[in-house]
């Protein structure tokens, strides 16, 4: 049974920082790509950043530069630093594992899910 919880979501000023955390359980994060995905009021869901089981890693061309994703195989959990945040940042986020395509940004290429955590920006 898999299953993907996020913490660290919450309201923040424009310009300050939030980082976001994933526990992964019945899935192994250093065997896996994930990623973090967003969805504001309104909108379809997008991705943010991914990351490979092997560490490589992208992301969407809103956040580069501003958000980095990493993780610890040690404790199975995914990572979202986010600074600089902007207003248009703030949406529900959204952990994801198991694409098969290396490093996607695309939702349908992933299997597991989280609830999400919402980022309010003002």
């Known amino acids: 049974h898999v299953q993907l919880v996020e913490s660290g979501g919450g309201s923040v000023q424009a310009g300050g920082s939030l980082r976001l955390s994933c526990a992964a359980s019945?899935?192994?994060?250093?065997?896996?790509?994930m990623g973090w995905f967003r969805q504001a009021p309104g909108k379809e869901r997008e991705g943010v950043a991914a990351?490979?089981?092997?560490?490589?890693?992208s992301y969407a061309d809103t956040v580069k530069g501003r958000f980095t994703i990493s993780k610890d195989n040690a404790k199975n959990t995914l990572y979202l630093q986010m600074n600089s945040l902007k207003p248009e940042d703030t949406a529900l986020y959204y952990c994801?594992?198991?694409?098969?395509?290396?490093?996607?940004?695309?939702?349908?290429?992933?299997?597991?899910w989280g609830q999400g955590t919402q980022v309010t920006v003002s």
């Open positions: 019945g899935v192994t994060a250093s065997s896996y790509c």
């Open positions: 990351i490979t089981n092997d560490g490589s890693t």
């Open positions: 994801a594992a198991g694409s098969w395509v290396a490093g996607s940004l695309d939702e349908h290429d992933y299997v597991h």
